[in-house]
């Protein structure tokens, strides 16, 4: 069987893209630079690419790395979701609800039907998303 990549290195790789460099992402998980460094290298190696790049800007993703991102973002999605699901059937967590909207109902009728959820499911964390339908989809895709 080939080589997985781990899922601190999935994670590294995801946190250099959302803050843009592995100084700002290394501070972020508190890591060292070195160690986020060798833990990206190490990912490449396992891949046989290269999936960033160093930019103007900071990290840029390669050609690979465009490709490979929504893959490790759906990964670590659904493995949240997997241990999420683990917690509430095992009773140690009341769960969590995220669901996305535009802006007309979540002013008006959403706020109503939270108070009464709320009440019913005092635990439950409830997350609400506000955006048109297409913004909606991608999100939603992309876990």
Partial sequence: MKELPKINQLRNFQAI???GSIRT???ALLQT???MTRSIQELERILGITLLARGAQGMVL?????IFEP???MILNDLERAVDELHQAS???QGTVVFGCSHLP???VISSLINRFQMEHPTAS???????LSELITSLRLG
């Fill in 25 to 27: 992402a290394s501070h």
């Fill in 62 to 66: 390669t050609k690979m790395g465009r």
């Fill in 91 to 93: 009773q140690l967590s």
């Fill in 17 to 19: 893209i959302r803050y």
């Fill in 33 to 35: 630079q070195s160690a």
């Fill in 126 to 132: 409830i997350t609400i998303v506000e955006g048109q």
């Fill in 71 to 73: 893959r490790v973002n």
């Fill in 106 to 108: 979540a002013f008006s």
